[in-house]
């Protein structure tokens, strides 16, 4: 089996549960009981950040961080992409749990189907601000400048020079405002028609169609899955040209993910007590 999960963001001040840490430790050991390969779709800890200087601090972290390297040195596969929360690991990440960085959407062939793989942060389709009314336009174009920021190589290098204490304070309050704003306010599906990882994926179908030659079995070679962390919403989609649409919900509040068989087929499930 293959697992895809997302958006456990362990660490969070703005989770209150002592046990939030230990209960996703004990989700990957129960995958790996049959798992092939794991993919980390992001936001795995509320905030991660790695310095010139030592930072004992990242210890908070070590039952997982141990897990995944257990599961990682007994064969099993696992894959981590970036999402908004973890930018800013540079390979320390890796070393410690033997796992594979992504730093951008990835298309990838798992159990014979193709999959675009990312976080979803980021992943604007074209014309989407249009639908918004002017404040709302502000708020996107405000968090797409502050991601260009927190990407950038410049900012990045300038942030590892600050000391540890003082980067981690920076970064853990402003998650813990993220978060609590979430909880407040939560977004939830916006509808097939606004939600922006469906009109990402249906722009990307659509470009499929108009750029590429049919197969000789007359077939296109269009996507089989896109799969998205990053919204905290449980979606399966089916789109007009067959392609599936999956965000995974979250590991803090619903405990869901997805598991696809050898066969490639993928269904979302739900983790329980």
Same mark, same amino acid.
């Given at each position: 089996?293959?697992?895809?999960?997302?958006?456990?963001?362990?660490?969070?001040?703005?989770?209150?549960?002592?046990?939030?840490?230990?209960?996703?430790?004990?989700?990957?050991?129960?995958?790996?009981?049959?798992?092939?390969?794991?993919?980390?779709?992001?936001?795995?800890?509320?905030?991660? &950040?790695?310095?010139?200087? @030592?930072?004992?601090?990242?210890?908070?972290?070590?039952?997982?961080?141990?897990?995944?390297?257990?599961?990682?040195?007994?064969?099993?596969a696992?894959?981590?992409?970036?999402?908004?929360?973890?930018?800013?690991?540079?390979?320390?990440?890796?070393? @410690?749990?033997?796992?594979?960085?992504? @730093?951008?959407p990835?298309?990838?062939?798992?159990?014979?189907? @193709?999959?675009?793989?990312?976080?979803?942060?980021?992943?604007?389709p074209?014309?989407?601000?249009?639908?918004?009314?002017?404040?709302?336009?502000?708020?996107?174009?405000?968090?797409?400048?502050?991601?260009?920021?927190?990407?950038?190589?410049? &900012?990045q290098?300038?942030?590892?020079?600050?000391?540890?204490?003082?980067?981690?304070?920076?970064?853990?309050?402003?998650?813990?405002?993220?978060?609590?704003?979430?909880?407040?306010n939560?977004?939830?599906?916006?509808?097939?028609?606004?939600?922006?990882?469906?009109?990402?994926?249906?722009?990307?179908?659509n470009?499929?169609?108009?750029?590429?030659?049919?197969?000789?079995?007359?077939?296109?070679?269009?996507?089989?899955?896109?799969?998205?962390?990053?919204?905290?919403?449980?979606?399966?989609?089916?789109?007009?040209?067959?392609?599936?649409?999956?965000?995974?919900?979250?590991c803090?509040?619903?405990?869901?993910?997805?598991?696809?068989?050898?066969?490639?087929?993928?269904?979302?499930?739900?983790?329980s007590?």
């Amino acid at each position: 089996m293959v697992y895809f999960l997302s958006d456990a963001h362990i660490g969070s001040r703005a989770v209150d549960d002592a046990g939030h840490q230990q209960r996703f430790v004990e989700l990957l050991n129960t995958l790996a009981q049959d798992a092939t390969a794991i993919y980390l779709l992001g936001d795995i800890i509320d905030f991660w &950040a790695e310095y010139i200087w @030592r930072d004992n601090s990242k210890e908070e972290y070590e039952p997982v961080l141990a897990c995944l390297k257990s599961l990682t040195d007994s064969g099993i596969a696992v894959h981590y992409f970036i999402g908004n929360h973890d930018i800013w690991t540079y390979g320390e990440l890796a070393r @410690r749990t033997g796992m594979t960085v992504h @730093r951008k959407p990835e298309l990838l062939t798992i159990s014979g189907k @193709r999959c675009l793989l990312a976080h979803g942060d980021g992943l604007v389709p074209s014309g989407y601000l249009k639908q918004f009314p002017t404040d709302v336009q502000k708020k996107i174009r405000s968090f797409m400048r502050l991601r260009r920021l927190f990407h950038n190589p410049v &900012a990045q290098f300038l942030f590892r020079l600050v000391p540890p204490a003082w980067g981690n304070r920076l970064g853990y309050n402003w998650a813990k405002r993220s978060r609590l704003k979430e909880l407040d306010n939560p977004c939830g599906y916006k509808g097939e028609n606004r939600e922006e990882l469906v009109l990402y994926a249906k722009e990307m179908e659509n470009s499929a169609v108009s750029n590429q030659q049919p197969m000789a079995n007359g077939k296109r070679p269009n996507m089989d899955y896109y799969i998205f962390g990053h919204r905290h919403i449980e979606l399966d989609l089916e789109l007009a040209t067959g392609a599936r649409v999956l965000i995974l919900g979250d590991c803090f509040r619903q405990w869901t993910y997805a598991a696809m068989d050898e066969q490639g087929q993928l269904q979302l499930e739900c983790f329980s007590e």
